[in-house]
């Protein structure tokens, strides 16, 4: 065996409850006395209980998907204007994203407190939006010091949007199978996190108010998006990035319907891969074991239902061949990458 695996400092605290009994001692670590909140309006009244003791600075409650340059230079400046020396991202991938920006140019520390599946808080990933183009880049001050993971703050998320970001998690498991800096540490992480993830998302689908499967998926979520910050973005996360940067798609949704056709595509070419992802699902097959979960679940199946007009499937298909990953156990051109985007609109 020969192989590199980079790994981050970061301090992790997982469990129900643990956002509200928690969150001020994890605070008080950092020695910050100026909190600036990072949170939606949706998040509003969950971050309001969780905040009452702390110190409190100010709030950013301008979260956009894919962070536009003028949310982020707008937060920047509020940042600036509170005098905050700590940043608290309450949300999902979008304020934990805010939160990135800002942490980018000030070198402010982050907590985090996810309330979706994202994975955004454990990756030194950012990304920001500058007309229409997606620009994301890697640097470890925008990590997260520390995350507190409550499955708890993951009840009110409305079914539909916990399985497309329970899916989003599994995407981050399977890309990191054949991601150009795969290695076994992280492969064993992505393999432990789909297992819990097709083991999480049906209870979640079944009984969203219960907090086992919740628990399940946010685990899972936690550790395929270790294995993403790890690996790195395979040909899924390509994909995905040139149509949520160029069309603006809903993030999770996109991923969610892109995942069974990027296993379909390079499952031949991956055995291996595919065989080891198959034990981690308890099926024989990887592929047909992804159809049953989606089946199971209600998941999201077309691109075309998520807004993606027709007629820009070549251009993204161009795009998609251009940024396709040498790390792709199978060539991907222009056609392939055609095909792949046909199936999934
Ligand atoms: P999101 O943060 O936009 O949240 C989706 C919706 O759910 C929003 O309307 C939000 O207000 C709502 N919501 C969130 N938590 C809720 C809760 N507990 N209850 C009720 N409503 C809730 O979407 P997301 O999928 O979490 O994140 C997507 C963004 O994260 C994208 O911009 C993506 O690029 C980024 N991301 C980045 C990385 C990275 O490594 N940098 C990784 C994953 C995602």
């Known amino acids: 065996m020969i192989f590199e695996h980079q790994s981050y400092t970061q301090r ?22 100026r909190v600036l909140l990072v949170a939606a309006p949706s998040a509003r009244e969950q971050a309001a209980s969780l905040t009452a003791s702390l110190p409190m600075a100010g709030v950013v409650d301008e979260v956009r998907m894919h962070v536009p340059v003028e949310v982020a230079d707008a937060a920047r400046r509020r ?7 700590l940043l608290l991202a309450v949300g999902g991938g979008s304020a934990t994203g805010t939160a990135k920006a800002v942490a980018l140019s000030s070198g402010l520390p982050i907590v985090a407190v996810p309330t979706t599946y994202a994975g955004s808080e454990v990756t030194p990933v950012w990304g920001l939006t500058d007309d229409g183009r997606k620009t994301t880049g890697v640097d470890e001050r925008v990590l997260p010091r520390t995350v507190i993971y409550d499955p708890a703050l993951t009840l009110s998320l409305p079914v539909e949007m916990s399985i497309a970001s329970g899916l989003n998690a599994l995407a981050h498991c399977v890309d990191s199978l054949w991601a150009p800096r795969v290695n076994p540490v992280d492969t064993a992480l992505a ?30 979520a936690y550790l395929g998006a270790l294995a993403f910050a790890g690996a790195g973005s395979g040909l899924h996360h390509k994909i995905c990035h040139v149509l949520g940067g160029a069309y603006d798609l809903p993030h999770a949704q996109t991923h969610a319907v892109v995942l069974p056709h990027v296993l379909a595509f390079n499952a031949p070419a991956a055995p291996r891969e595919a065989a ?13 074991a992804l159809d049953a979960l989606y089946t199971a679940v209600e998941a999201p199946r077309s691109l075309r239902a998520l807004g993606l007009p027709e007629d820009r499937l070549p251009e993204a298909a161009a795009l998609i061949a251009e940024a396709a ?21």
């Open 12 to 33: 992790v605290v997982f469990g129900a409850g643990t956002a509200r009994t928690r969150l001020a001692a994890e605070v008080e670590r950092h020695g910050a006395h």
């Open 325 to 345: 990953p040498p790390s792709n156990p199978r060539p991907v051109t222009e056609a392939d990458a055609l095909a792949i985007l046909k199936a999934a609109f």
């Open 79 to 85: 940042a600036e204007e509170t005098g905050a020396d």
């Open 191 to 220: 393999l432990e996190a789909a297992h819990a993830l097709a083991e999480g998302l049906p209870r979640v689908h079944a009984d969203p108010a219960a907090l086992e499967g919740r628990s399940s998926t946010l685990y899972g």
């Open 276 to 288: 080891r992802l198959a034990r981690a699902l308890d099926a024989p097959d990887a592929r047909a």
